[in-house]
């Protein structure tokens, strides 16, 4: 995979053994990604994508007006979303440290009287990131055996177009702070996903054929994290 640039987009290009160009726009943050064949000039993949530059910025637009209607305030009595459903917050004074407590659908931010907004965001970002940092270690244990292969690192980051990534030769994976609002089961395919790629780097077929094996439905669960907001 290299990065390219063309008609003002970054893009990620993929050659494969294939015999037509393949464009898709996906979320989260409206990434473009281009699997050529392996000898098809550059030119013609620039062609290619200036025919269908309106249509790309189009669904990056759809992206952008996703994230857009999820701007939040942090105010006592909102909703947020987590594993999938919606907790509403509460927000109390404390005298010590800040601290998040989940308590069924309620989220309780205890914190110093008139915290500003961005306290009350970085409260709740380290209560997702504290959320991951738990389970994403324990969905690797459960598929370290299965696949053959040892994570040597997981770290949870925001990242503005990609769910999750993963350094194959540090044997590493990262994963999207966003992931903490998704359903358990759509965080596994992404573990997967990552942990799949120290066994084949490329999304080519031997790489499908790992998932095919390992988390057979990831066809679905993926499409589902790709249409989610």
């Given amino acids: 995979m290299e990065i390219v640039r063309i008609a003002g987009f970054e893009i990620e290009l993929t050659r494969k053994k294939i015999k037509n160009l393949h464009l898709k726009v996906s979320a989260p943050g409206g990434s473009v990604r281009i699997s050529a064949p392996r000898h098809m000039p550059l030119r013609e993949i620039s062609d ?3 025919t269908r530059e309106s249509w790309i910025r189009r669904h990056q637009e759809k992206f952008r007006s996703r994230r857009e209607e999820a701007v939040k305030e942090y105010t006592h009595g909102e909703e947020h979303p987590f594993r999938g459903e919606q907790v509403k917050l509460e927000i109390h ?9 989940l308590k069924e659908k309620t989220l309780q931010l205890y914190l ?10 970085r409260l709740v970002d380290r209560f997702y990131r504290d ?8 969905y690797v244990k459960k598929y370290e055996p299965l696949m053959g292969v040892q994570v040597s690192e997981i770290g949870v980051k925001k ?3 990609r769910w999750g990534t993963c350094n194959y030769r ?13 359903p358990p089961h759509v965080l596994e395919y992404l573990v997967v996903h990552e942990m799949v790629h120290l066994l084949e780097s490329s999304h080519n077929g031997r790489f499908k054929g790992f998932m095919d094996r390992f988390y057979p439905r990831w066809r679905a669960v993926r499409a589902e994290l790709n249409n989610q907001p």
């Fill in 48 to 50: 290619f994508v200036q």
């Fill in 93 to 101: 004074p404390a005298g010590g440290a800040a601290r998040a407590v």
């Fill in 112 to 121: 110093r009287e008139g915290a500003d907004l961005a306290s009350r965001k």
């Fill in 131 to 138: 959320y991951l940092k738990k389970e994403v270690p324990l």
């Fill in 159 to 161: 990242m503005k177009t």
């Fill in 170 to 182: 540090a044997r590493r994976i990262w994963v999207n702070l966003e992931m903490a609002k998704k």
